[in-house]
């Protein structure tokens, strides 16, 4: 059984998705959440992702979260760096999926609040000589909630 819901928001000037996940988030409808989440990322051009974990309860596996971790690195854009913000209940599935991406060339980390997601993703688009993504992160962010309210 999961009800997820997702606040959408955009950072950086337009370059990050910012998502807060809430309620209870089953594996049953976790792969499908993430495709989602992957299409919105991809649509809108966003050049880094911060999710943030601590309103959420995961209810699955750790074998489970490991096929979530699999699916973002096959589906997502090479290179697009991910903050993962989390609180100590959800420490081990948030250092399991970080290694994993890590593991496969994708650029990961865990934090224990936003604003340090935040800085370490600007960091990431400093290294990689990005200033931001779209003009009007306002509008951004509303192609993104309307793509995940559309597909969900």
Not at 87 to 101: C, G
């Amino acid at each position: 059984m999961s009800n997820l819901t997702y606040e959408v928001s955009v950072a950086l000037n337009g370059a990050a998705l910012c998502v807060t996940l809430g309620g209870v988030h089953a594996y049953d409808a976790a792969l499908t959440d993430q495709k989602r989440l992957v299409e919105g990322v991809k649509q809108n051009g966003f050049k880094v992702l911060l999710m943030d974990y601590r309103p959420c309860r995961i209810m699955h596996e750790l074998e489970e979260y490991g096929r979530i971790a699999d699916s973002y690195c096959a589906d997502l854009p090479e290179g697009l760096p991910i903050a993962f913000v989390f609180s100590p209940r959800q420490a081990a599935r948030v250092i399991f999926m970080t290694r994993r991406l890590e593991e496969a060339g994708r650029p990961a980390h865990g934090f224990s609040n936003v604003r340090s997601g935040l800085d370490w993703l600007q960091s990431c688009l400093d290294r990689q000589g990005e200033l931001g993504g779209a003009p009007d992160a306002a509008v951004q962010a509303e192609r993104a909630r309307a793509h995940l309210r559309a597909v969900g």
